[in-house]
């Protein structure tokens, strides 16, 4: 069975440049959960997604945007790219809904590297 | 502002058994606490959840006391291969849902 998917892999963009990442969760999986990974430091929360919906988003200025699609794909969009940006982007999928009664085991893609010059 | 904390860095020989703890305030009444492991350029993986008291599987046990402000990872008998980051991860209440933060991390180096 694969995995969580994202693409690209790495990607080399220039300040004030825009960039969309793209994570395709695991099959039956209906939550989606974006992170930004600084070299050195841990995953620190972005978005979360449940049914198409935003169920949970962290301190992150409007410049980072994402959405859910029917298929329960997701793109994470980030513009006006500074330098600060640049880090692993990793997309999670879980089964079942954000908090709750649980998080749930979450299933991490290998990530988006990347770099802003 | 909520937070959690664990060691930099750990130091061990193959065989030993090691204990990570991860402190956390806030967490909220209804998540658990998730334990992952992150080798270089990848994706976190799981390894083990729990909501209090003890848990364990064929990797590793997790204790969390009553109070459930910290938990503690415990990997029987390490090889070179465990050599990782590992990081707790637990929710925490936000105004529009729950904010999942994980720890610092801890880099586990296992020697031989």
């Known amino acids: 069975d694969a995995g969580v998917t994202q693409s690209p892999t790495h990607l080399i963009k220039t300040r004030g440049q825009h960039v969309t990442l793209r994570c395709s969760p695991i099959s039956g999986h209906k939550s989606v959960s974006w992170y930004q990974q600084v070299l050195g430091q841990g995953p620190q929360f972005i978005f979360q997604?449940?049914?198409?919906?935003?169920?949970g988003r962290g301190n992150f200025p409007d410049r980072f945007s994402a959405r859910q699609f029917p298929n329960y794909s997701s793109e994470l969009n980030v513009n006006a790219l500074l330098l600060g940006d640049s880090a692993l982007y990793l997309c999670a999928s879980s089964t079942g809904p954000p908090g709750g009664l649980n998080t749930g085991e979450l299933f991490f893609g290998e990530g988006s590297r990347l770099t802003v010059l | 502002l909520a937070k959690t904390t664990q060691p930099i860095s750990m130091d061990s020989y193959e065989g030993q058994e090691v204990n990570i703890t991860c402190s956390h305030n806030?967490?909220?009444?209804?998540?658990?606490i998730t334990w992952y492991q992150q080798f270089p350029s990848q994706g976190p993986r799981f390894i083990i959840q729990?909501?209090?008291t003890k848990v364990k599987n064929e990797v590793a046990s997790l204790f969390i006391p009553a109070d459930r402000k910290s938990s503690t990872l415990s990997l029987p008998r390490v090889s070179l291969s465990d050599t990782a980051v590992y990081y707790c991860?637990?929710?925490?209440?936000?105004?529009?849902?729950?904010?999942?933060?994980f720890g610092t991390g801890t880099q586990l180096k296992v020697e031989l």
């Open positions: 997604y449940y049914e198409k919906e935003e169920r």
């Open positions: 806030n967490i909220a009444t209804n998540d658990y």
């Open positions: 729990g909501y209090k």
């Open positions: 991860l637990v929710g925490f209440p936000t105004g529009g849902g729950n904010k999942l933060t």
